[in-house]
C-alpha cells in the first residue's frame, strides 16, 4: 500500500494506522452505506479534511472494500482511477461517490464494469455509463447505454440492452412439448421474431390485449429481459422462451375476456373457459388455444 495514502488515512481517522501495512479501514457509520459499516482502502493519494474526518478524492488508481458487522452479508470490492466524495453537513457517511475510469463493481451476484458510475448511498442506487458490462454465472456480457444497480434491494436495471448470453428462466415450464401434447414446441411457431415483437407491442399498449396479459404472467425480472433485450440475442436461446411460454400455458390467470375481445375462440377454447372446472392438462389445452386465437399466422394450432 502506497506510504503516501497511509499518512492520509492516519490523519482524517489515526486509529486505522496499524503496524501491519495491509489496506486500512475507514469508519463509515450510518444507514447510507446500505448495510456496510466499514471500508478497506488502498490509493495512489488521497485528500481529505482533518477537522471533519470526510475523504473528498482518491486518485492514481483506487481500490476500497466495503465491510459490514452482518458476517451473512459479503464484503463489496470496489476499483476506479478516481473516486470523488460528496458530503452533506452533519453526517457520517458521504452522500454520493463518482467513479471515473476502469470501474469494476464486484457485488456478489455479478461483476460489472463501466467507465463511469455514481453511487447514491441514501437511495442505494449505483448508477453505471460508459459502456457498462454486467457478467454473472447466468448472464454474459450484458451491456447497455445505461446501468442502474440498486445495492439495498439487489434490482438492476438496463436501457438499450444487448448481451451475449441471457437465460430466461421459466417458471416451472420444462423443456416444452414433454408430456402434456398442448406445450408449446420449438417447431411450433412459424416466425419467433414476429412473436416476440407482438408480444412487446401489445404489452406496452394501453389497452387490454393477449401480449399484455401473457407478458403479465411471467415473472418481473424474466419481463424486463423480455422486454428490454436484443430480438437477435433471444433468438439465439429459444429454448428459453418456449420454457417461458409453457410456464404461462399452465396458468389457470391467463385468460380474460377483455384481452381476447374480437379474437376469434375455436369452439373447443369456448367451452374450455366457460368450465367451472379445469384439470392440468385441459388448463393447458385452453391457454395454447388462447395462444393460437391471439397470433393465428404465427402459432400453429396443437
Known sequence: MNVRLLCAIALLCPAALAADPAPAAAPAQGSGMSGYSSMEIDAGHMKGNFATGAIDEMTEGVKIRLLSEDPEKKPLPIKAQTMKFTWKEGQSTPSTIVMDKNVEVNHPDAQITAGHAEWNFDSGEVVFTGDPVVN???????????????????????????????????????????????????????????????????????????????????????????????????????????????????????????????????????????????????????????????????????
Do not use: C, H
Open 136 to 302: 454473472n454465472d447466468k448472464i454474459k456480457g450484458l451491456r447497455g447505454e445505461k446501468m442502474m444497480l440498486n445495492v439495498k434491494t439487489n434490482n438492476f436495471e438496463v436501457t438499450r440492452v444487448r448481451a451475449d448470453q441471457v437465460p430466461l428462466q421459466g417458471m416451472d415450464g420444462g423443456a416444452g412439448g414433454k408430456g402434456d401434447p398442448s406445450l408449446l414446441r420449438e417447431g411450433d411457431v412459424k416466425d419467433w421474431a414476429a412473436l416476440i415483437n407482438a408480444l412487446r407491442a401489445e404489452a406496452n399498449a394501453g389497452d387490454a390485449a393477449p401480449g399484455k396479459q401473457i407478458v403479465s404472467q411471467i415473472s418481473a425480472d424474466n419481463r424486463k429481459l423480455l422486454m428490454s433485450v436484443d430480438t437477435a440475442v433471444l433468438l439465439q436461446r429459444k429454448g428459453d422462451i418456449v420454457k417461458l411460454v409453457n410456464s404461462v400455458l399452465k396458468s389457470p390467470k391467463l385468460y380474460s375476456e377483455a384481452a381476447w375481445k374480437g379474437r376469434a375462440l375455436s369452439e373447443e377454447a369456448q367451452k374450455l373457459s366457460a368450465a367451472e372446472k379445469r384439470g392440468p392438462e385441459e388448463q393447458t389445452r385452453l391457454n395454447r388455444l388462447l395462444l393460437v386465437a391471439a397470433y393465428p399466422e404465427l402459432v400453429a394450432a396443437p
